[in-house]
């Protein structure tokens, strides 16, 4: 781990507090040979077990705004976004690598703070801070993680099992994250008044725990992360499956606003939960065998069938009290109402 | 992989482009189950070995300028200083994920100059591409690397190991990063003339021939990269091996410069190999009794004696003409010159 940005002995202590928290209720781990400190980190891959890796960037004024984002809450939501990746593969995370470039004018206190926030969400879902490299920037901060965590080769799930017929569904609701965006950004007096709603988009829950629940059951076919919404995720899952999907709108879990914020919204709640991305829910397919051993809801998390695969490669579509529409990566193809439904 | 700055369409296409670069001439390791196009790349950790993990990222503005670094040449040195992370653990490296903001006046062709640059050297040291994050920055360009690697518990070379007496070796010769920088940026006209020099700076060869030379011999109790500058590297292998060192300044092997560019530089030689910084050189100890073992040179890289290690914790000195002096990160200490050697 490098802390470039700040003295030598700054970064001496900056590190030494960053690895006394990293360690904060972590169970220990013989499996890390070597952490912080050295060119690199070292570990033992667990016999029998594939190595999951993957890397996801947040980059101010892009993906997050510091009007509205603490230190603490991005710490939180870089690692939740990557968490999300190892649920999406049916797998349990292990360690995580930090790289921050930070201003000038963001000192070791930032840094403190962002750490505080990351490693309660690494405590919590048992993941080890193994290094990082943490630099100037000469605009904005960028922030990127690497993720690394492992799954039995039998049990890890992909993108691409998906069949005709089999059964869609999603965990949680979706459509809040997009939301919360919305009133942080234009309506930042009612932000304060309902963290409830913020929060869903300020510290999202990766789906870690349903993950491993469908991986070790070897209850889905296919599996992924709602990241860019469910629009395009769906899109991303028939690609990879070369199957088609139908969802029907009635039955997809929209996320509920107080009364008072909803007068607010510049677009329905069903186009939220369609197109609004970064809720982090797991999208899924089960075969039509195993359709009824999923339960309603997983620690509090529901889980809702909103659709089924069909065999048209690539086309997605949406229904509505009897009413068929094309369903675009972004959205509803409004040109493309069609009254009745092949299937 | 995601490709967030792009049109759906351009990112299939780029990221098969990308897919098809990362390939070539790259053995097929069955190792790889799952790469580029899902949530997360998979691996298979090769049985008995440690998985290395080193995260290095480059900052427009900070690390590079555009005005000198091509996409080619920028792709090039980002993997090249994580290959170099790795080269000091004495460990091969495997795999790589790309994390790359940018602007949006850089456009998927920039994106290609840039794969094809770092590929090329991915290729030469069978790296193999497996998973990124592309996406927009509001300002400047960001880059983070991701480097895995691997190295037998046996063979795996630290900063701790250096002990009182040993010797201390350097790879190929220093300064010659940081003259380059100062010819690219202060007197371009020369820079053209002179590709020698600034290929230093712009495409380093990171040593992990000489890395894994060492480490699967047995040869170095310590070993570590030369990224910040010697003056600060060698306290960084003292601090974390608890010992002194010793330098000879005429056993530095100083980077040459054509007699036409050494007038225009703004210190001397030695100032640079002593604190330049970004060589990727490798700096090892090795015990008295296998010293004799260590080649000149391995694959036409120099190795030099540069001096020994003491028991004076986490001071370091530097002799020169029967003179002493202390050497602290970064430089000289001008108020510490001694004229008496206590070793």
Redesign the interface.
Known sequence: MRLRQVS?DTEAHLIQTIERLSRKGILKRSSV??SI?????????K?GF????????L?????FDLHYFSPEDLGWKALAVNLS??A??G?SPR?V???I?LPGNKNSDWVRKFYHGMLELASQAQVRL????T??????I?L?L????E?K?SE?L???GARPGDSLFVTGELGGSAIGLEILRDHSRFARRHPEVTRRHLRPNPCNRIGRFLASRRFATAL??ISDGLSTDLHHLCE?SGVGAVIDADKIPVCRVPGSLSGLLAATPLDYALNGGEDYELLFTVSPRLRSKIPGSIGGISISEIGWITREAGRCRVLRQGWSRRLL?GGFDHFAAQPRLPV
């Open positions: 030598p040979v070597l400190g050295d060119d690199a980190a070292a570990f033992r891959a016999k594939l190595t999951l890796v993957s890397t996801d960037a980059v101010e004024g892009i993906h990746d190892i999406a593969m797998g360690y690598t930090t790289s470039a193994i290094g990082g490299d630099c100037r920037s000469s605009q904005g960028f990127d690497t993720i690394i965590g799954v080769p890890m992909t993108r691409k992924l992360d990879q990566p």
